[in-house]
Nanobody, 122 residues
Framework: QVQLVESGGGLVQAGGSLRLSCTAS????????LGWLRQAPGKEREFVAA????????YYSDSVKGRFTISRVNANNTVALRMSSLKPEDTAVYYC???????????????WGQGTQVTVSS
């Protein structure tokens, strides 16, 4: 079992920055890849970014590449998502999730956090 708790969401103006954090716990959490996924109102959940269990490999969706940065600190089992140049279309509930291997599809994730709201105003 892996437990995930997100923090850091909020309201930000377009062009601004925001940092999300996720703390993972569980006996085998160090073996899991961690990712961020999001769901906007009326839309399906979608992949945003992922990092391998070692932290050495990262993956991004085309829509956030160059604007978002995912990072992992295994010493304290946290994964962060630094978001910059935010756009109104980035508004969504952002979820931290864990998978045995990094996935760019939603179905690949086994464990999920409760989510944190990010709202970008125009």
């Amino acid at each position: 079992q892996v437990q995930l708790v997100e923090s850091g969401g909020g309201l930000v103006q377009a062009g601004g920055s925001l940092r999300l954090s996720c703390t993972a716990s569980g006996r085998t959490v160090g073996s899991y890849a961690l990712g961020w996924l999001r769901q906007a109102p009326g839309k399906e959940r979608e992949f945003v970014a992922a990092v391998s269990y070692s932290g050495t490999s990262t993956y991004y969706s085309d829509s956030v590449k160059g604007r978002f940065t995912i990072s992992r600190v295994n010493a304290n089992n946290t994964v962060a998502l630094r978001m910059s140049s935010l756009k109104p279309e980035d508004t969504a509930v952002y979820y931290c999730a864990a998978a045995y291997v990094p996935h760019t599809v939603v179905a690949g994730y086994e464990y999920w956090g409760q989510g944190t709201q990010v709202t970008v105003s125009s």
